[in-house]
């Protein structure tokens, strides 16, 4: 090297040193072109070579740092093209952008005229609230706007998220997420396709089939519409998410819930199915609210309770039902208990509750139901599952086969979820139509009924005194008079669904009229009502309701 040219080399560099130094004591330029300069902040080594007309370089070691704007750039050594207005930085690198995000990598392509960066190896984005990891990223400085699609992952707080590709948003603080997406976090487990994730707010948002696993794997979410809130536990899923928790199943239109540790609360919305495999029933609505720490359901807008067994199903509608714990329930009020014959005493003692008994229903107003054995209505209704007892209150009917039963308060005995034991207490009466006016009724206090298969089988009904009406056949069924009489008590036989003898115990007084010499409508007992027509037909009668 000759002395001259090592002089002009020294004066160039140090021309160029105190250019930089002066040019960091101005102000940014307002210039647009000026604006988007590379500027060269320090080095510990500088060097300078021209390849040709359109490529000029200035070679960067040691401690570099390269400010555009206020964006910094560290690195261990960098190369900028002082024509194209390119970074190339290797090693440590760092970028600062403005104070709110940093992104270090191990290598950055830089291209300071259109803000595009390209990052590889080691990449850690970080903002105020995670780190993105990832092998590869491209970041545009100037949308704010970073990608990656060799995969990645977020950390942010207690949640991980990773997948193939995603679309960073620094300005919203929304990572998009794509490919093979799973988010950890110590509630849940969300797998999915595409999820949009906010690092500020911990909302994501969901927008293709999803599968979000919870409490140690016991609750599952299907879901393709909707975001769940990590940070306020808060969610909300659309079009029919389908939720397993246990031995539960929500299936709904829309479903709301509120998995604080101080709520619990959940609501569904539109055509809703609730199905409980463990204790044998289902509820359908257009409107369900659910407590999931007391286990309970307020069911409303036309909801219908369905028991199911062997085939077989009893299915109940009302404006109203309600179920949760019996345990519960017990600790607040009373609970009515079966009564015995005498109406005195309590015939059941409740036993000890397991996970599949703890449990009952109320509905109220318009009560109705309906099997293939037995109809019923009234106005309200109790149902627990550790007695199988169904409670109907105000103006109850009850319909097995041909025979309709009517009084204060019927409780119907359950086996199976099929009808086995009838119980009727205060103006109890059974009517059984025989032709267009005549019509089998026996009144008095009490009824207790027994059914075998579903189908009434003998029923005794006792009063002070009982009274009964009673159309005598012949072996061709020709009628051949009318008993009217009163006694203690009266037995009733049933053969194919239909009174076949009626027996008076104890103080039987009565008369037997010949069919043409009575009036069939004013010998009939006070309080006859035939009520066929508020009769469930088939239960399809109660869903359209």
Known sequence: MTKSFYLK??????????????????????????????NIIRADRL???????AQEFQSLAGNVLVRQNNTLFYCDSAVVNTNTNVLESFGHVHINDHDSLHIYADYLKYE????LATLNGNIQLKDNRGVLSTPQLNYNLDTKIASYSNGGKLVNGNTTLTSKEAIYYEETRDVYFKRDVVLINPDYVI??????????????????????ISDSGHKKILTSDGYYDLKNKKSYFGKRPQIFDGNTVLIADEVANDDSDSSGFGEANGNVIFRDTAQGYTILANNMKTNRKESAVLATVKPVLIFIKDQDSMVIAADTFFTAKLSN??????????MDTSGRDSLYTPPILTDSTDHYFEAYSHVRIFSDSMQAIGDSLFYALDDSVIRLFKKPVLWAQGNQVTGDTVYLFTKNKKPDRLYVFNNAMVISKMADE????????TINGYFINGNMDYMRTRGSPAESIYYAQD??????GVNKSSADAYDIHFENKKPMRISGIN??????????????IAIRLQGFQWLESLRPKSKYDLFGE
């Open 329 to 338: 329930l017990r600790k607040e009020r009373v609970v009515p208990v079966v």
């Open 191 to 212: 797998h999915t396709d595409t999820l949009l994730y906010n690092t500020y707010s911990e909302i994501t948002t969901f927008t293709v089939p999803t599968t979000i």
């Open 507 to 520: 103080d039987l007084k009565g008369m037997v009229y010949p069919m043409r010499q009575v009036n069939h």
């Open 47 to 53: 060097s300078y070579f021209k390849k040709d007309s």
């Open 438 to 445: 005549f019509f089998n009724q026996v009144k008095g206090r």
């Open 9 to 38: 080399y020294l004066f160039f560099t140090f021309s160029s040193i105190l250019s930089l130094v002066s040019f960091a004591q101005q102000p940014i330029p307002s210039d647009t072109t000026q604006s988007k300069k590379l």
């Open 475 to 480: 072996d061709a069924d020709k009628f051949i």
């Open 112 to 115: 300071g005229s259109t803000k």
